[in-house]
T-cell receptor
């Protein structure tokens, strides 16, 4: 099956610091990965689409300079929250799609999420 | 953009009861998935069901794409079924993300 690993699961940082979250597809190549954000008791909101080897596409209202996304390989995408502030505290979840044409390419697989707390 | 509406928002059941969760969407979709989010936040994929009917144990799902809705059936509910159930759809364009509904919070008591 398709497995997506996300690291770290939990992170606490001081206001003003930067935090990097990794999303890895363990047993498949992912040309496209997606980053979501979820506030308590709310739904998942799409932040950006990450395509291997190109710039990420951000959803309206998401600051690209605040949330830096890098998709340097077919198995790894990273989200860096720069100069984090308490309002950035949230649950961040990534998902990955297999390369087009491969078996199961229509099904998105999700990581376990990363809970960020900014003090 | 596409709208995804789930009902009911909250559902409280006694163990053993059956339930139906509904998902309406406003446009044609290429993909529809049902998820269960556990207390730790992990999204568990229940069904990939852009159309038709599927069953997996006590769970089954039906999507009527022409009428733009999907139903998730839970039979003989157990306390472990508690959590949030999300419906998510992908619009008819390859490679796009899933757009999530607001979810149904299910509480099953013994």
């Amino acid at each position: 099956g398709a497995v997506v690993s996300q690291h770290p699961s939990w992170v606490i940082c001081k206001s003003g610091t930067s935090v990097k979250i990794e999303c890895r597809s363990l047993d498949f190549q992912a040309t496209t990965m997606f980053w979501y954000r979820q506030f308590p008791k709310q739904s998942l909101m799409l932040m950006a689409t990450s395509n291997e080897g190109s710039k990420a596409t951000y959803e309206q209202g998401v600051e690209k300079d605040k949330f830096l996304i890098n998709h340097a390989s077919l198995t790894l995408s990273t989200l860096t929250v720069t100069s984090a502030h308490p309002e950035d505290s949230s649950f961040y979840i990534c998902s990955a799609r297999k390369a087009t044409g491969s078996s199961g390419a229509n099904v998105l697989t999700f990581g376990a999420g990363s809970r960020l707390t900014v003090l | 953009g596409i709208q995804v509406e789930q009902s009911p928002p909250d559902l409280i059941l006694q163990e053993g009861a059956n339930s139906t969760l509904r998902c309406n969407f406003s446009d044609s979709v290429n993909n529809l998935q049902w998820f269960h989010q556990n207390p730790w936040g992990q999204l568990i994929n229940l069904f990939y069901i852009p159309s038709g009917t599927k069953q997996n144990g006590r769970l089954s799902a039906t999507t009527v794409a022409t009428e733009r809705y999907s139903l998730l059936y839970i039979s003989s509910s157990q306390t472990t079924d508690s959590g949030v159930y999300f419906c998510a759809v992908e619009i008819r364009q390859a490679g796009t993300a899933l757009i999530f509904g607001k979810g149904t919070t299910l509480s099953v008591s013994s």
